[in-house]
Structure formats: structure tokens, C-alpha cells
């Protein structure tokens, strides 16, 4: 059984950090393809960033510069390493994993999720 375990988020001010943590379990790591998600209340979930099983790593525009996405295959856990935080990054982060070595920026391109874990950035 596939499971995503996230860590990390927190409360922070403004300019700030947070390294976010998916755990992964129940597939080999590395064969999938796996994403960060976020979603702010009252609002869609929006694609964060996304790497391949080729370690190819795409950003969206509004974390382009800011966060930098890595990965431990020996402790199958996945990072987001998020700086410069404004209050527009609040909202839940969520882990998610695809069976296929390539990735899309569509939820319904992935078939694992985890629970979240929420981003407060105040101003």
C-alpha cells in the first residue's frame, strides 16, 4: 500500500523558511513520478513542483527562484526547501505521487496522496 507521509509546515513570518518532508512508502522510491501541491482556502489545489524518475525537477512560476525540490532515495523521502516565504505560499502542502516515470502538473495525474501539511506565512 502506497503512503505519502508529510512534515514540516509551520507558522512563519514573512521572508522566512520551511523545508517540507514526504515520506514515502509501499513502492520504490525513485520510480515514480512525485509532486508538491498546495491549496489556500476558498481556492483550487495549484501544482508547486514536480520531479521525474529521470531527477528532472519543473517549478511553477510562483515558486521559480525560491524553492529548490531534492530528494533522499536511501530514506524514500522527498523535500521542499521553500525561502523568501510570502503570505500568498499559505495553505496546505500536499505530497503526491504518480505511476509513471514522467510528471504533469494535473491532480488527476497522480494516483497518491498524502494528508498535508499546513503553510502559514504571516505578513
Known amino acids: 500500500q502506497v503512503q505519502l507521509v508529510e512534515s514540516g509546515g509551520g507558522s512563519v513570518q514573512a521572508g522566512g523558511s520551511l523545508r517540507l518532508s514526504c515520506a514515502v512508502s509501499?513502492?520504490?522510491?525513485?520510480?515514480?513520478?512525485m509532486a508538491w501541491f498546495r491549496q489556500a482556502a476558498g481556492k483550487q489545489r495549484e501544482w508547486v513542483s514536480s520531479?521525474?524518475?529521470?531527477?528532472?525537477?519543473h517549478y511553477s512560476d510562483a515558486v521559480q527562484d525560491r524553492s529548490t525540490v531534492s530528494q533522499d532515495n536511501a530514506k524514500n523521502t522527498l523535500y521542499l526547501q521553500m525561502n523568501s516565504l510570502k503570505p500568498e505560499d499559505t495553505g496546505m502542502y500536499y505530497c503526491?505521487?504518480?505511476?509513471?516515470?514522467?510528471?504533469?502538473?494535473?491532480?488527476?495525474?497522480?494516483?497518491?496522496w498524502g494528508q498535508g501539511t499546513q503553510v502559514t506565512v504571516s505578513s
Open positions: 503526491a505521487a504518480a505511476r509513471a516515470g514522467y510528471c504533469s502538473s494535473a491532480t488527476e495525474w497522480y494516483q497518491y
Open positions: 509501499g513502492y520504490t522510491y525513485g520510480t515514480y513520478c
Open positions: 520531479i521525474g524518475s529521470d531527477g528532472k525537477i
